[in-house]
């Protein structure tokens, strides 16, 4: 039994040796993530039609941290796509945008979200028609208000038309089923033919020209 203490003994020290360097690697990788992680975040809410177009517009924009699609506006708890596209619920289809505002404004993500829809649409959005799919920005509290109200300004004087964009207080936002989240990601090949196939990007250089975010 005395002979085989020395290999204890050196088992356990190797194995208290293993489990402190693999704390520190842990903790250094957290440590990583905690440094690149923003202080603070944001959230804005816009509708500009196929809430998956809208999406995958956001999911390209620099300070953008995630999206989600949804619907907003209306009357009625946890509605579903089906009784949003059908009408009279009074709902939109909208996304919900997580931002670190430390690199964007929320200016600068209103402005971002007119460009990437017809604001001179009161009917709808390229090939989608109808109330849940006109576009509106929503606001909370006056901040947000004055810079949506400067966008959609903006926006009038730089196309010399008028702009129809609402803007709208703030409801409870609902979050769309699950087929309906990342789903440009999730089905890219059919995602990018419905989206052709809509016109949106062709209609966007219609009225923004050169002003049109990258396609």
């Known amino acids: 039994m005395l002979t085989n203490r020395p290999a204890v003994l050196i088992a356990v020290v190797a194995g208290a040796l293993a489990s402190s360097v693999a704390f520190m690697s842990d903790a250094g ?4 993530r905690a440094e690149y992680a ?3 975040v944001a959230t804005a809410v816009f509708a500009g039609g196929c809430v998956s177009c809208v999406e995958a517009d956001f999911d390209r924009v620099a300070g ?8 907003t506006g209306g009357a009625g708890d946890q509605p ?7 009408g009279g619920t009074g709902h939109y289809e909208a996304v919900k945008v997580t931002y670190d505002p430390s690199r964007i404004s929320y200016e600068d993500l209103a402005t971002s979200f007119i460009r990437s829809i017809d604001p001179t649409d009161d009917e709808g959005q390229f090939c989608d028609r109808g109330e849940s799919y006109r576009s509106a ?3 909370s ?4 208000r004055a810079a949506a109200a400067a966008t959609v300004s903006g926006a009038q004087r ?16 609902w979050p769309a089923e699950e ?4 789903y440009a990601l999730k089905n890219a090949a059919k995602y990018a033919s419905q989206r052709e196939a809509c016109g949106r990007d062709k209609r966007l250089m219609e009225v923004w020209g050169t002003n049109a975010p990258a396609l």
């Open 38 to 40: 923003p202080i603070r």
């Open 64 to 71: 953008v941290i995630e999206t989600v699609p949804g619907y």
């Open 141 to 144: 509290g006056q901040s947000e």
């Open 137 to 139: 920005i929503f606001v």
């Open 179 to 182: 087929q309906y989240q990342d």
């Open 80 to 86: 579903t796509y089906k009784q949003v596209a059908a």
């Open 158 to 173: 730089l196309l010399g038309k008028e702009v129809v964009t609402e803007i709208r207080p703030l409801m409870t936002f």
């Open 29 to 32: 990788v957290e440590d990583r």
